[in-house]
């Protein structure tokens, strides 16, 4: 009964949270793998091609998991100019808890990426996308379904029993300074790489509501950063990042810091040898979650796998167990041959 109890109760908060969340945006742990869900100016930076797919599960523990899917691919136009220009397409899908929540949203960005010169580029971009939210409430229970004793299935709710449906378009745009110095090869690790940007989504605050009532879709204010320092003569890489999210009133600020160990570098001329390296690190959420990660690298592949403990107030019905993500990346660079991790352009 106390079990019983406890998850009834967990499930209760992780709907009132997703009622209370309704005009806030859902995101990954693994933000570093979300680079355009991010801000629109990374499409192009620093790959010439690259496809990238993230699933994430939570609340399991509670009985309402939250499950959330995307998958994105951009790559870089005009690759021989000084110039380049940047395309993108992301799709993204989310179901959160007991009435299965959804939201659907599919976007394309445009970005322009300028070489200031060997080791520094401004890049900018713009995101236009469509988005269908829908929610069935003939999955809940009401409390007209109560007679005080017991629950009862077949008595009216007194709620609409159809899905309701809306949908809308969705736009962002942002800004971001990259910075690059020198390769990274095995024989010297002395490069340095940083980039740093501030993007906003939902600029115009769409209608964001089921029942067509005033409540209006935040806009949302994203800072965020990342740098890659070599430790000269070892193989390690030191990767510390950050973001911070502003939407309405809520705040979210994740700093985290992983350390890479490369196991082994390109070949440089013949290509026989491929790039491999273990990650490890993780980030903090602040008021919300410690996240760990581990991820594994294999010449233009990537594979990371992410834990987040709950450290909120949910905690004490979910016993700090939050989700898992996993991220699958395919990364495509013509030249980087040699290196371990190369400049933007």
């Not at 029993?161 to 990274?184: P, W």
């Amino acid at each position: 009964m106390k079990t019983k109890l406890k998850k009834n109760v967990g499930l209760f908060l992780v709907i009132f949270i997703s009622s209370t969340s309704i005009a806030q945006d859902i995101h990954f742990s693994q933000f570093d793998e979300t680079p355009v869900l991010l801000n629109p100016a990374n499409v192009g930076v620093p790959h010439e091609v690259r496809v990238i797919a993230n699933y994430k599960s939570q609340w399991q523990s509670v009985n309402a998991p939250f499950k959330t899917i995307a998958v994105t691919v951009d790559g870089r136009l005009l690759k021989k100019k000084k110039n380049h220009l940047g395309i993108g397409l992301d799709f993204f899908s989310d179901k959160a808890g007991a009435g299965q929540m959804k939201t659907t949203q599919v976007n394309f960005s445009l970005s322009g990426m300028v070489l200031l010169n060997k080791s520094n580029l401004i890049s900018a971009g713009l995101m236009a996308g469509y988005i269908q939210r829908g929610i069935n409430t003939t999955s809940y229970s009401w409390g007209n379904q109560y007679d005080g004793m017991a629950y009862d299935a077949t008595k009216q709710s007194g709620e609409t029993n159809a899905a309701l449906n809306f949908n809308f378009v969705d736009f962002a745009g942002g800004i971001q300074y990259s910075y690059g110095s020198h390769e990274m090869y095995m024989s010297a690790n002395n490069a340095k790489r940083l980039n740093l940007g501030i993007a906003i989504f939902h600029p115009h605050q769409p209608a964001y509501s089921f029942y067509g009532d005033a409540t209006r879709l935040y806009m949302k204010y994203v800072f965020h950063g990342d740098a890659a320092i070599g430790l000269q003569n070892t193989n390690i890489v030191l990767k510390p990042s950050y973001v911070v999210f502003l939407q309405g009133p809520t705040k979210e600020i994740t700093p985290g810091l992983t350390a890479q160990y490369i196991l082994q570098g390109d070949s440089k001329y013949t290509g026989l040898k491929k790039f491999m390296a273990i990650s490890l690190g993780g980030y903090y959420r602040a008021k919300d979650a410690a996240i760990a990660l581990v991820k594994f690298e294999y010449n233009s592949c990537a594979i990371g796998f992410s834990y987040d403990m709950n450290l909120s107030k949910l905690r004490t019905v979910s016993n700090t167990k939050g989700g898992f993500e996993i991220s699958l990346r395919y990364a495509f660079d013509t030249y980087r041959r040699g290196a371990t991790t190369s400049r933007f352009f």
